[in-house]
C-alpha cells in the first residue's frame, strides 16, 4: 500500500495515500476563535472552504513557525498542517510492526508511525 510520509519536529508519520486528496503550501486562515485547540479556522482551497487542523498542537508537538517547507495533507475531512511532506513510498503490511498498540516501520534507521488521517 502507497503511503504519505510526513515530519512533525523530529519525527516521520505515515498515512495511506488514498486518504490524501492533495498536498498544498500554506493558505491563508481565517481563524476563529472557540474551536478546539488544535483547530485553527478555515481556508479556502481553489474555491472550497476547508476546516484546518494543527497536528503539531493536537498530537502535543512542540510549536514552531510555519515556514517554506510547512504543508496542508488536504482529506475529505479537512487540511492537516504538517512540517514537511517527505515522500510517496510502497510499504507492504509486513514492514509493519506493532509496538505500544501502534504500527511502526523501521525505515533505514528511521521510525515512522503509522497516523490516520
Known amino acids: ?9 523530529d519525527m516521520h508519520y505515515a498515512t495511506p495515500v ?3 486528496q492533495s498536498i498544498e503550501r500554506m493558505l ?5 476563535a472557540g474551536m478546539e485547540y488544535f483547530e485553527l479556522g478555515f481556508a479556502d482551497l481553489r474555491g472550497t472552504v476547508i476546516g484546518i487542523q494543527d497536528l503539531r498542537k493536537k498530537l502535543g508537538v512542540i510549536a514552531k513557525d510555519y515556514d517554506e517547507h510547512t504543508r496542508l495533507l488536504v482529506t ?3 487540511g492537516y498542517i504538517v512540517d ?20 511502526v516501520w523501521n525505515r533505514e534507521h528511521t521510525i515512522v508511525l503509522e497516523y490516520l488521517l
Do not use: C, N
Open 1 to 9: 500500500m502507497k503511503y504519505v510520509v510526513f515530519q512533525l519536529h
Open 84 to 103: 514537511a511532506a517527505l515522500d510517496v513510498l510502497d510499504v507492504q503490511d509486513t514492514d509493519w510492526v506493532t509496538v505500544a498498540g501502534r504500527r
Open 18 to 20: 488514498h486518504h490524501i
Open 76 to 78: 475529505s475531512t479537512g
Open 28 to 32: 491563508p486562515i481565517r481563524f476563529e
